[in-house]
């Protein structure tokens, strides 16, 4: 139940009256599905990480860059090895590929700014330190969403082809992972997910984030179905021990539907790795950051949805305005595995794009195995 806390107001002649709720509209905030499905410890895994070379941003027409490591397969066909003295003179090369990649600041920068004067902050009855706190949260989780959006723009694009060598993302493969009449959750309708990575020859449980149609799935886990729907069968295959990573996002449908290629629920399928989250903070580096009383420029953080997130943050006091000036930014992108990295007997990038719906779990099977 909602409580009204009332506060003496030490410069006003008034009570103020605060709303303790936890949806009050600046405590609304977002499920960051992609976000939290890119940085999970299992699409990290293989993924050797980022470097940035030089100490400026890693941005086009820039000379630094973000450096990326990550271990490439071997696509040359096995031969007789009897002989070890044969070719004696080649030497292996390393698996380890790297890449270069800089970020685009009109579509991968995304801030806020802030300006406060002396004189606001004397007719504050809530005082300087909670109107600065108060607004500073508010922006760090409307960049998030924006962020969220951002990525889910860029990870469709990244959406390659079923095994079948059709695209995913103009003629979509359907799941049906509800009962015809959409009353119990079906698991059998994900094997084509896990048949598409296997016969594309992807290893790991699938990643799979999407919208509304994902969350009552998951939701419907909890009710009573029988034999293969029952919740016990359905809580093993959502749980930490089961074969998919389903991730809802709350800004899946808002950004995905207008992009898909006919109306309907849909979600997006990521074998492990093959989709990685860049990110960027100036102010990481010890040779930038700043700290006296009216110039901070430093790293702060905010949990949101279950993870804590960086944020560049500057605090400057401008004596001839006598005002305060504030910047907070995030600079991130999406990086899929180059197409040239599969080998050439692989159909399809491990990354598609699949549609949501209730009925008979199919039995599409037709493939061009890797």
């Given at each position: 139940?909602?409580?009204?806390?009332?506060?003496?107001?030490?410069?006003?002649?008034?009570?103020?009256?605060?709303?303790?709720?936890?949806?009050?509209?600046?405590?609304?905030?977002?499920?960051?599905?992609?976000?939290?499905?890119?940085?999970?410890?299992?699409?990290?895994?293989?993924?050797?990480?980022?470097?940035?070379?030089?100490?400026?941003?890693?941005?086009?027409?820039?000379?630094?860059?973000?450096?990326?490591?990550?271990?490439a397969p071997d696509c040359v066909a096995s031969t007789d090895v009897n002989?070890?003295?044969?070719?004696?003179?080649?030497?292996t090369s390393s698996p380890v590929k790297t890449t270069e990649f800089t970020?685009?600041?009109?579509?991968?920068?995304?801030?806020?700014?802030?300006?406060?004067?002396?004189?606001?902050?004397?007719?504050?009855?809530?005082?300087?330190?909670?109107?600065?706190?108060?607004?500073?949260?508010?922006?760090?989780?409307?960049?998030?969403?924006?962020?969220?959006?951002?990525?889910?723009?860029?990870?469709?694009?990244?959406?390659?082809?079923?095994?079948?060598?059709?695209?995913?993302?103009?003629?979509?493969?359907?799941?049906?992972?509800?009962?015809?009449?959409?009353?119990?959750?079906?698991?059998?309708?994900?094997?084509?997910?896990?048949?598409?990575?296997?016969?594309?020859?992807?290893?790991?449980?699938?990643?799979?984030?999407?919208?509304?149609?994902?969350?009552?799935?998951?939701?419907?886990?909890?009710?009573?179905?029988?034999?293969?729907?029952?919740?016990?069968?359905?809580?093993?295959?959502?749980?930490?021990?089961?074969?998919?990573?389903?991730?809802?996002?709350?800004?899946?449908?808002?950004?995905?539907?207008?992009?898909?290629?006919?109306?309907?629920?849909?979600?997006?399928?990521?074998?492990?790795?093959?989709?990685?989250?860049?990110?960027?903070?100036?102010?990481?580096?010890?040779k930038l950051k700043r700290k006296t009383p009216t110039n901070i420029r430093?790293?702060?953080?905010?949990?949101?949805?279950?993870?804590?997130?960086?944020?560049?943050?500057?605090?400057?006091?401008?004596?001839?305005?006598?005002?305060?000036?504030?910047?907070?930014?995030?600079?991130?992108?999406?990086?899929?595995?180059?197409?040239?990295?599969?080998?050439?007997?692989?159909?399809?990038?491990?990354?598609?794009?699949?549609?949501?719906?209730?009925?008979?779990?199919?039995?599409?099977?037709?493939?061009?195995?890797?």
């Open positions: 139940m909602s409580q009204v806390a009332l506060v003496a107001a030490s410069c006003c002649a008034v009570q103020i009256g605060y709303l303790e709720t936890q949806n009050q509209p600046n405590s609304l905030g977002a499920t960051l599905g992609l976000i939290k499905a890119l940085n999970s410890p299992a699409n990290k895994q293989g993924f050797l990480g980022q470097s940035l070379m030089g100490d400026g941003a890693p941005v086009s027409g820039s000379a630094c860059k973000l450096q990326l490591k990550y271990v002989d070890l003295c044969e070719d004696a003179t080649g030497v970020f685009t600041m009109s579509t991968d920068n995304r801030g806020k700014k802030m300006h406060w004067t002396e004189e606001q902050f004397l007719c504050a009855c809530e005082g300087k330190d909670f109107v600065v706190q108060a607004t500073t949260d508010a922006k760090m989780k409307r960049i998030l969403i924006d962020e969220e959006k951002a990525l889910l723009a860029s990870a469709f694009a990244c959406l390659g082809k079923y095994c079948d060598d059709t695209d995913s993302t103009t003629d979509t493969k359907t799941a049906n992972i509800f009962n015809a009449d959409g009353t119990h959750a079906q698991p059998a309708g994900w094997d084509i997910v896990d048949s598409q990575l296997k016969n594309m020859g992807f290893t790991g449980r699938p990643i799979i984030v999407g919208g509304d149609y994902l969350r009552k799935y998951i939701n419907l886990t909890t009710f009573s179905g029988t034999g293969a729907n029952s919740v016990g069968a359905l809580q093993n295959l959502i749980g930490p021990n089961g074969p998919y990573d389903f991730y809802y996002s709350s800004e899946f449908d808002k950004v995905i539907s207008p992009l898909a290629p006919t109306p309907g629920n849909y979600a997006m399928v990521l074998a492990p790795g093959v989709m990685q989250m860049l990110e960027y903070l100036k102010f990481d580096s010890d430093t790293v702060i953080s905010k949990d949101v949805d279950g993870m804590s997130h960086k944020f560049d943050y500057i605090l400057l006091y401008d004596e001839a305005c006598e005002a305060w000036k504030q910047v907070i930014n995030r600079m991130s992108a999406t990086w899929c595995m180059p197409a040239d990295d599969y080998c050439t007997d692989v159909v399809g990038n491990g990354r598609f794009l699949i549609k949501l719906d209730c009925g008979t779990p199919g039995c599409d099977t037709s493939c061009t195995p890797a």
